[in-house]
């Protein structure tokens, strides 16, 4: 009698490791994707590989070196402003090409005019609002505002039939914020989860993963990516302990899953100030960090804002 029951546990082990092997290691990946391909189904390896551990390797340390630069802000506003005027009508755009005396919309012509123009106007939010609305509505607002006035306080002094141009001048400085960012972890950082669409490694269900994650271990220093305000720093459930910082113009950043918290609300961080320790807290499967960049309209992908986009991609996590 002992030995039969000795025999159907000793096959429940042996299924067991069969199944382990199938489908949480790299040959039984490789297996599973030539099965599905050989029959013409779709294969679920990306997400288990993507998520299994978070990526997070034994001795996968993140060395302490300096991080990544970031686009200098002049850089990034004529980025920004040559990304909104790509967006416009041929007719629109030259109209501002030509108010502004500008040839073209690159993003160098445009850094320099920005530049040009907001030393003499006394802001970077006049200087934009200048290209957009033209150099009569500009001089005229800040005249009203007085100096050191918000694009917010320069659009009130200025009737209504300017707010589509007002849109476009915000947009440019949202941008702007966005593309100066720079990045919480060092390049040896492997992402192990990209933003977009996935299978949630816990759920079981496609949802839109609404950041990209670093496999790191527990206790790495998680750094702003530009000065801000500590808007949220709190624990939670599914986000565990996450910080979320305000970096004006509309944009935020989003740090979750941490062991440790550095910062409090209301905090006013700098550049690459250590405002975290990473971890697994949350609805996690591994230590990781989650990284969020957050727009008016919602969350992006913060590698679309990236100057510099050679990042390392763990296996089973997707080049960007």
Sequence with gaps: MMRALRRVFDLFLSALCLWAAWYH??????????????????ASVRPLLSYYGAGARTGQAVPDVALPTPLSRGAALGLGASAVLA???????????????????????????????????????????????????AKFAV??????????????????????????????LTLATAYALAWPLPESAQVTSPFGLRAHPLLRKRRLHTGIDFGIPPGTAVHAVAEGVVRRSSDDAVSGKLVLLDHGSGVSTLYCHNESLLVSVGDRV???????????????????LHYQLDLPEGPVDPLRFRANRTLRVALGGTEP
């Design 25 to 42: 290691t790299p040959p039984g990946a490789l297996a599973r994707t030539a099965v599905a391909r050989l029959s013409g189904t779709r």
């Design 87 to 137: 967006r416009l009508p041929p007719a629109d755009r030259d109209g501002v090409l030509t108010r502004g005396g500008l040839s073209s919309a690159s993003p160098e012509g445009l850094s320099a005019w920005i530049d040009t123009e907001s030393a003499r106007r006394g802001s970077r939010e006049a200087a934009v609002l200048a290209l957009f609305c033209g150099e009569d509505a």
């Design 143 to 172: 005249q009203r505002a007085r100096g050191g006035a918000t694009l917010e306080q320069l659009a009130r002094e200025l009737p209504p039939r300017y707010a589509d141009r007002v849109a476009l001048a915000a947009t440019t």
């Design 270 to 288: 700098a550049a690459g100030q250590v405002i975290a320790r990473s971890g697994n807290s949350g609805l996690s499967t591994g230590p990781h």
